[in-house]
């Protein structure tokens, strides 16, 4: 079993690891540089312990083994009230039902959220695995963008997913 909580700023080497295995072997971030400790610190910095950009990790047995988190949508204003959600997890922890429950307590913490109407989820096709947690968390299907990016030799269609907070 796994504690589902807010990161701390000691997590954060973790979430570097865990984010650049799949900056550097796999298209389902459009990142291609891997991370260091300094470089991640502005993204770690948009976070809070409360409000709608949050930031969540699991850990089992004293190791953080994966982490979701929403962010802003748009910087445009009238974006306010919706949020983009992203999980990753260690790829030696996937396919335990991890991701369903820290992505589903994000989720429980977003629709508590005063404001929130949307959250969207982008996710790089083919992702079986990916597709079925968005789906059976609530989030449909609205959009895709065809061939939008570029990553390992080849082009990647996105996905995207709504799902109501409001």
Not at 101 to 126: F, I, M, N, Q, W
Not at 139 to 165: I, M
Request: hydrophobic letters at 35%; one cysteine or more.
């Amino acid at each position: 079993m796994a504690t589902i909580r807010t990161a701390t700023t000691g997590d954060l080497a973790a979430l570097v690891d865990i984010y650049n295995h799949y900056v550097l072997q796999t298209p389902v971030t459009f990142d291609t540089d891997a991370f260091t400790l300094d470089t991640r610190r502005a993204w770690f910095g948009q976070f809070a312990a409360e409000g709608p950009y949050r930031l969540l990790v699991a850990e089992r047995d004293g190791e953080v083994v994966g982490y979701a988190s929403s962010v802003r949508f748009k910087e445009k204003p009238a974006y306010g009230t919706s949020v983009e959600t992203s999980i990753y997890v260690h790829p030696g922890h996937t396919g335990k039902g991890l991701g369903e429950s820290l992505y589903k307590a994000l989720l429980d913490d977003l629709l508590r959220e005063p404001g929130l109407h949307r959250a969207y989820g982008g996710v790089t096709v083919p992702n079986p695995a990916s597709v079925a947690l968005h789906e059976k968390l609530g989030y449909r299907k609205v959009a895709t963008y065809s061939e939008v990016g570029f990553k390992l030799d080849r082009y990647w269609d996105v996905c995207w997913f709504e799902k109501e907070l409001s």
